[in-house]
């Protein structure tokens, strides 16, 4: 330990700061779990009329989940083919969570997507044990839904 008052009050200031800085910031803070959830559902003799995945991403132990891709598809390819997402958390309404996209043709599929991945946020902070779903803008019935675990 430094002689002079100064260099240990100096000292003491730069161990007080380095004890902080350890407190402050866990080892684990940037630590993360990326989910991916998906669906498909046969109709018709077609292993997969109407799909849907969704990637979201969540820290250990919490029970928030932030959404980051959002992909539909619809076969065959039809040229009128328009989708959004709503999705709706435990004992709360149904909200829409994305507007009216078109989709894409790609081969036999029409496929339209909301986000890009990588820990972006496309759409709301959800709870796990949300319902998220799909329609087309055609009047289909059928809405592939995923609940986020």
Not at 3 to 9: E, F, G
Request: charged residues 20%.
């Amino acid at each position: 330990m430094p002689k002079t008052p100064r260099a240990r009050a100096l000292w003491a200031g730069v161990l007080a700061a380095a004890a902080l800085a350890g407190a402050v910031v866990p080892a684990s803070s940037d630590s993360y779990v990326d989910e991916r959830a998906n669906t498909c559902h046969a109709e018709a003799g077609n292993r997969c009329l109407y799909g849907m995945v969704v990637t979201y991403w969540h820290r250990p132990g919490s029970r928030q989940r932030t959404l980051s891709w959002i992909y539909a598809n619809r076969s065959p390819v039809r040229s009128h083919n328009l989708a959004r997402w709503w999705y709706q958390t435990p004992g709360g309404p149904r909200r829409v969570g994305g507007s009216w996209r078109a989709g894409k043709a790609v081969g036999a599929w029409t496929e339209i997507t909301w986000g890009r991945g990588r820990h972006d946020r496309v759409g709301p902070d959800l709870l796990a044990g949300s319902r998220i779903c799909v329609e087309f803008n055609y009047g289909a019935t059928t809405k592939p839904c995923i609940t986020l675990k």
